[in-house]
C-alpha cells in the first residue's frame, strides 16, 4: 500500500515536472518547427537590448582582455556573431556561454575570412577562376568549409565576386576577373562549396556571403577605396549579375561595400540594400557591413557623426554592424528618439536568426569535425588539381616545353618566387601555413631530383629586391645548365585589399635578372606568379615559354614541375585582359565599340612623320604609345598540342525571344599530345538600343581530347541570356541580328549569325 502510493505521489511528481517543462519548450527551440515560424517565436521573445545584441559583430581578442571583454557581453545577449575565432576550445568555450548562459541561448555567428582555402591553400581566387572550372571552385569551397568547420567558424565573407577591369586594383586577386558570366557561374560554385550545397544545416558548412556589394572593383584610377561612378543600367548590365548568382544558389548573406557609388557609400545605399536586393530579388537573409564602414560615413560625408551613420544603415538596409560596436552604442537611444523603428531593427535581426537556425547552430552549437581533416591527403591533391588548372602557358616558342629530358639533364631553377614558401599562398590568408608551402624548388627535388640535377641559385632574396651579386651568381650558375626556369612576380603583400599598384611591371631587380638569364643564351622558361595580371611583355618577349599562374597556394610547386615536365598540359586560361602597359587600364573584352573603333592599322609614335598635321592620325580610339590590344586577350591561353574549330552550326537562323540556341561544333586536337580546352562561345548583339559589348562569352567547357581526337562540342544557350538592359533600365533580348563565335579565346574561332524575331 505504502509502496503503491509512494509510485503514484512519484508518477504525479514526474508528470508535473515533466509534462509543463515539456509543453514549455518554446517553439523555437524545435528543431523540427518551420523556420520562420521559429524565427517569429524567437523575436517575439526579445527585449531591445537582446535584438540590438545580435546586430552587433565583434572581432575576438585572444586574451584576457578578450574575455573580460566579450564574456559578459554575449553572456547578456549582446553579441550576434564574432569574427577571428579560429580554435575548436574558443569556439566551445565562447558558443557555450552564448547557448548556456544568455537568457535566450541564441547561439554565436563565428566568421572568418575563409577566401580561397583555410589550412589546404587554393590558388587564389583570380586562380581559380583561370581553371574555368566551376568543378574546382566548388571542391576548393567545400574543402575550405571542411577544414575552417573543424576550428568553429560557420560562416565565411566569401565569395568575393566584384567584377574588376583594373589590374591595378589589389583585389583583382580575390575575385574571378573581368566577366559577368565567368564570375556569376563560379560564385554559384563557391556558394554551393561553402554552404554544402542543400545541406546547409550540416556541422561543415558555412554561410557564403556575397561580397561587396556593389561595383567596389570599379574604383578610380585601380586605387582601393576609391569613388566608382557606374550607372545603374550598368550595375544592372556587368556587376550585379553576379552577386544575383550568388543569391540564386542560396547565398544567406551580402556584405555591402566599402564604395561611395555615384555620391553614395554602399552602406547607406538604400536603392541597392533594399529596394534591389530585397524586394526586387527576394533575399531574406542578412546583410552585414564592411568592416567599420558604419563608422566610415563620418570620413565620406554624409554623416556628421556615428549616431547619424548608424540610422542611415540600418533604414538603408545593413543588418549586420561588423566592428565598430556603433549600432550596440546608438540603437537604443536612436529608437527612443524615433529616428530608428523597431521594425527596421526587427528585420535586421529576422535576416540574422533566420541564418542561424539555417546552419542549424540552435541544434549544434559545438564543434563536431575532427581537426584531422586539415591538409587531409584528398585535400592537398585538389589543391594541386586546381593549382594545374589553373596554369596558363602565355608562350611556348619552339615548344620549349615541355622539357625534353633526353636534353634538359642539368636544369637552373631560379627567381624570388621558385622558392617563395610564404608569397606563393598569395593574399588573404588568415590561417594557412608556410610550413605546408609545397614550392617549384621542393617539387623539383622531390618529384624529378632523381632523374634530374637540379641547381638553385635564388637570383634575388624576394621580388621587391634588386641585388646585383645575388643575380651574378644565379647567372654564374646557368653556365653549365641545359635550361632555366626563372620564377618572378610579386609577393603576396602587393596584392590584395588596400594593396594596390600604380605600375604594373615587374618590381625590383627581376627585369635585369630576366634579361641577364635571357644573354645566357640557354633556353628560358620563365613562370609568374603574382596576385594580378601584371604586364610583363618585356620580359615575356625575352622568354622563350612563359606560364602564368597567379598565387597557386599550397601546392603550387608540383603543380607547375608536372607540367614543364610534360606529365600534365596546361589548361588555364586569361580570367583577365593582361594590360600591355598599366597606362591601358581599365581594360577588359567586352567593352563597346565606339563611335571610332582602333583598325589596327594605327600608327605608333615612332611611324609619325615630322610636323604630321593635326588630323593625320586618323582619330580613332587608341594609344599612340601602347595602341588598343593587350598583351594577352581574355579568354587566352596555348597548350602543349593544337586543337581546331570547325564546322560550327546552329540549329535555326532565326530564333524567338523565349527560344533556345542549339550550338554545336567539332573541336579536334590537331597535335601530338592529350590536353584538355577551355572551349568558350560568345555573342554579340549587332544592333541595340544602347551601346552593346564587342563579344560577350555566354558559356564554355573543358574539353579533352587525345592527339587526333575530334569531338562535337554542344551548347544550349536560351535567347533569354541575351538580354541586354536599356536605357530605361529593364532587360530584355532586342530582335535583330546577333553574331556567335566559338573559340579558344574573346579574339578567335569561327563565327556565324542568327536572328532574333
Ligand atoms: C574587407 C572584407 C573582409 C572584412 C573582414 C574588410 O576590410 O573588405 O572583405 O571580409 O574586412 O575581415
Not at 565565411?156 to 558570366?181: K, L, S
Not at 554623416?303 to 533604414?315: I, M, P, Y
Request: proline share 5%; with cysteine; glycine share 10%.
Amino acid at each position: 500500500m505504502v509502496t503503491s502510493h509512494r509510485f503514484i505521489v512519484t508518477g504525479l511528481l514526474a508528470l508535473v515536472f515533466t509534462l509543463p517543462l515539456h509543453s514549455k519548450t518554446p517553439l523555437y527551440k524545435k528543431a523540427d518547427a518551420p523556420v520562420d515560424a521559429r524565427v517569429e517565436d524567437l523575436l517575439g521573445r526579445m527585449n531591445l537590448d537582446e535584438k540590438i545584441g545580435q546586430l552587433n559583430q565583434r572581432a575576438y581578442w585572444h586574451n584576457d582582455e578578450g574575455r573580460k571583454l566579450f564574456d559578459p557581453m554575449i553572456e547578456a545577449g549582446g553579441l550576434g556573431s564574432l569574427m577571428n575565432v579560429n580554435d575548436p576550445a574558443s569556439a566551445d568555450r565562447l558558443q557555450r556561454i552564448a547557448v548556456e548562459k544568455s537568457r535566450l541561448g541564441i547561439p554565436l555567428l563565428i566568421a572568418r575570412d575563409v577566401i580561397h582555402g583555410y589550412k589546404t591553400i587554393f590558388p587564389i581566387p583570380l586562380g581559380q577562376a583561370a581553371t574555368f572550372s566551376p568543378e574546382i571552385a566548388r571542391e576548393g569551397a567545400r574543402i575550405a568549409a571542411v577544414e575552417a568547420s573543424s576550428d568553429g567558424v560557420r560562416w565565411t565573407f566569401a565569395p568575393m565576386i566584384d567584377i574588376a577591369r583594373d589590374a591595378r586594383w589589389g583585389r583583382i586577386a580575390e575575385g574571378c576577373g573581368e566577366d559577368p558570366y565567368l564570375t556569376s557561374v563560379m560564385a554559384d560554385a563557391m556558394v554551393r562549396g561553402f554552404q554544402n550545397g542543400d545541406s546547409v544545416g550540416s556541422p561543415t558548412s558555412l554561410a557564403a556571403c556575397a561580397k561587396h556589394f556593389v561595383a567596389y572593383g570599379a574604383a578610380e584610377g585601380g586605387r582601393d577605396y576609391n569613388a566608382t561612378g557606374v550607372s545603374e543600367r550598368e550595375l544592372r548590365q556587368t556587376y550585379l549579375p553576379p552577386f544575383k548568382s550568388a543569391l540564386d544558389a542560396g547565398a544567406m548573406t551580402f556584405m555591402a561595400s566599402f564604395n561611395a557609388n555615384d555620391g553614395v557609400p554602399s552602406s547607406c545605399n538604400k536603392r541597392i540594400l533594399t529596394d534591389i536586393l530585397r524586394k526586387e530579388w527576394g533575399f531574406d537573409g542578412f546583410v552585414v557591413s564592411d568592416c567599420f564602414s558604419v563608422r566610415e560615413l563620418v570620413p565620406h560625408r554624409v554623416a556628421a557623426n556615428e549616431a547619424e551613420a548608424a540610422v542611415k544603415c540600418l533604414t538603408a538596409g545593413v543588418d549586420m554592424d561588423m566592428e565598430d560596436g556603433i549600432y550596440a552604442a546608438h540603437l537604443d537611444s536612436l529608437v527612443k528618439a524615433g529616428l530608428v523603428s523597431v521594425d527596421d531593427i526587427d528585420r535586421a535581426v529576422r535576416g540574422i536568426l533566420r541564418t542561424k537556425f539555417m546552419l542549424g547552430l540552435f541544434e549544434n552549437p559545438y564543434v563536431v569535425t575532427q581537426q584531422s581533416v586539415k591538409y587531409a591527403p584528398s585535400h592537398l591533391a585538389a589543391a594541386r588539381r586546381a593549382a594545374l588548372e589553373s596554369a596558363i602557358l602565355l608562350k611556348n616558342d619552339g615548344d620549349v616545353l615541355p622539357f625534353d629530358r633526353t636534353k634538359v639533364r642539368k636544369l637552373l631553377i631560379t627567381g624570388p618566387m621558385a622558392d617563395a614558401r610564404y608569397n606563393q599562398l598569395g593574399t588573404w590568408i588568415f590561417d594557412g601555413e608556410k610550413e605546408h608551402t609545397v614550392t617549384l624548388l621542393d617539387a623539383f627535388r622531390d618529384i624529378y631530383g632523381d632523374s634530374l640535377e637540379i641547381v638553385y641559385s635564388p637570383g634575388l632574396g624576394n621580388p621587391r629586391k634588386s641585388d646585383p651579386e645575388t643575380m651574378a651568381a644565379a647567372v654564374a650558375a646557368a653556365a653549365d645548365a641545359d635550361a632555366i626556369v626563372v620564377a618572378v612576380g610579386e609577393d603576396a603583400i602587393l596584392s590584395g585589399e588596400g594593396h594596390c599598384m600604380a605600375d604594373l611591371g615587374l618590381v625590383g631587380g627581376q627585369s635585369q635578372l630576366v634579361g641577364q638569364l635571357k644573354a645566357t643564351g640557354k633556353p628560358l622558361v620563365m613562370i609568374v606568379m603574382a596576385g594580378r595580371p601584371l604586364a610583363i611583355g618585356r620580359e615575356a618577349d625575352m622568354a622563350d615559354a612563359v606560364i602564368y599562374s597567379f598565387h597557386p597556394g599550397t601546392m603550387g610547386g608540383p603543380a607547375l614541375a608536372d607540367l614543364l615536365m610534360g606529365r600534365e598540359s596546361p589548361s588555364g586560361k586569361t580570367p583577365v585582359t593582361f594590360p600591355s602597359t598599366s597606362g591601358q587600364c581599365p581594360i577588359y573584352y567586352n567593352h563597346a565599340n565606339t563611335g571610332r573603333p582602333a583598325t589596327g592599322a594605327e600608327l605608333g609614335i615612332a611611324d609619325i612623320p615630322d610636323d604630321a598635321g593635326n588630323t593625320f592620325l586618323g582619330c580613332t580610339s587608341y594609344y599612340l604609345d601602347a595602341g588598343h590590344k593587350p598583351l594577352y586577350p581574355f579568354g587566352y591561353g596555348l597548350t602543349y598540342t593544337t586543337f581546331a574549330y570547325s564546322d560550327l552550326a546552329l540549329d535555326k537562323e532565326q530564333y524567338a525571344p523565349d527560344g533556345t540556341i542549339h550550338v554545336s561544333f567539332t573541336l579536334t586536337n590537331t597535335g601530338k599530345r592529350e590536353a584538355t580546352e577551355v572551349v568558350q562561345l560568345y555573342t554579340a548583339d549587332l544592333v541595340a538600343s544602347v551601346t552593346p559589348s564587342v563579344a560577350d562569352l555566354r558559356r564554355f567547357d573543358r574539353v579533352r581530347l587525345a592527339p587526333g581526337e575530334s569531338r562535337r562540342v554542344e551548347f544550349d544557350l536560351p535567347v533569354s541570356e541575351l538580354a541586354i538592359v536599356g536605357s530605361d533600365l529593364v532587360s530584355r533580348v532586342e530582335p535583330g541580328e546577333f553574331s556567335l563565335r566559338v573559340g579558344p579565346d574573346s579574339t578567335r574561332g569561327c563565327e556565324t549569325k542568327f536572328s532574333v524575331k
